[in-house]
């Protein structure tokens, strides 16, 4: 054997060795990808037996998982949950989650509406959307990040009976998203052309609205692991909450607290844009202070057009500035 021969064999070897390899991982990873399948449809369905013995009833209608091999999708025609007990119960239509091979720690979801509620002290929802689009950023032991993305949102109410639902409110666009920072979870969010039906809130009448902001929760992480019967104890901080409409904008910063007795205390910063727009939005809403909050908000347009005022609230007690505002009575 020459030693040509030789050489043009090492390369051979080298790619066999290679291919052997590739194929070796690739069955890895399908036995993975098919185990992980199985696994899915097994935990889902002793979830829903043991909410069942509770007397719960959850699930995901005809659940397939699909994908393979360059992605792992999990769908439902629809889920639901309903606890008699309790007089709770929320369901939605199609359900399609989608982990990409190149991100599997990075699943999306689209959900089909309309979302329907039932849950003590409210009248039933009717909860709906063009799309509806989530995403989340898992990690150990919380997700880093939960983010949703809607268009075309509207709720109204869903009444059992024969009778009419009533229109509650419309949005083109709203976005949420959570995220745990240490103990406290902070939510950023927005929305665009929000229209609230005024049937909703007593006749009265709101331009549409748009808004956004920032606030972090207190021990949130604690408070979704076992969410509080009361708000008492609670406490949030207002990086930013913008409210406008037209030349009219309202923005809100600063820290909330509730105390074991109910009792508010904020220290608050108000700032205000064109405070004659914002004057005349608000004396449209509340027509029965319409003379007050004129005289009140010239008094606010002499300090330019873009003021800023603290507002204070000490056990309840609320002061704008100098100008005290009354009482807040406790909480539940």
Request: aromatic fraction near 6%; proline fraction near 7%.
């Amino acid at each position: 054997m020459t030693s040509s021969d030789e050489r043009s064999r090492k390369p051979r070897r080298r790619l066999f060795w290679l291919a052997a390899f590739i194929l070796v991982l690739f069955a890895l990873y399908s036995a993975g990808w098919f185990y992980l399948a199985g696994r899915v449809k097994t935990e889902a369905d002793q979830a829903s037996a043991k909410l069942e013995a509770k007397g719960i009833a959850a699930g995901c209608a005809n659940l397939a998982v699909s994908g393979y091999p360059l992605s792992f999708t999990v769908s439902c025609d629809s889920l639901a949950y309903q606890d008699d007990a309790k007089n709770i119960a929320a369901s939605t239509g199609n359900f399609n989650a989608v982990a990409q091979i190149t991100q599997p720690l990075s699943p999306a979801a689209d959900v089909r509406g309309p979302l329907r509620t039932l849950a003590p002290g409210m009248p039933p929802l009717w909860i709906d959307w063009d799309k509806l689009h989530a995403t989340v950023r898992l990690s150990w032991p919380l997700p880093r990040r939960v983010s949703l993305q809607a268009e075309g949102l509207s709720g109204q109410t869903d009444p059992a009976d024969d009778s009419d639902p009533a229109e509650l409110f419309y949005a083109a666009r709203a976005a949420g998203q959570l995220e745990p920072k240490g103990q406290d979870v902070t939510y950023t969010g927005s929305f665009a052309d929000l229209e609230i039906d005024a049937d909703a809130i007593g006749g009265r009448a709101l331009p549409a609205l748009d808004g956004g902001g920032e606030a972090t929760v207190k021990n949130g992480v604690a408070l979704i692991a076992a969410p509080p019967k009361s708000l008492r104890g609670q406490s949030v901080d207002i990086a930013r909450l913008d409210l406008s409409s037209g030349t009219a904008r309202l923005t809100v910063s600063g820290p909330i607290s509730v105390d074991a007795e109910g009792l508010i205390d904020a220290n608050l910063t108000i700032k205000l844009k064109d405070p004659k727009a914002v004057a005349a939005i608000l004396a449209g809403a509340i027509p029965e202070h319409k003379s007050e909050i004129e005289q009140g908000f010239a008094g606010i347009a002499m300090l330019g057009s873009e003021p800023s005022m603290p507002l204070k609230v000490v056990k309840g007690k609320a002061s704008l500035g100098f100008i005290p505002l009354g009482k807040i009575k406790p909480v539940d």
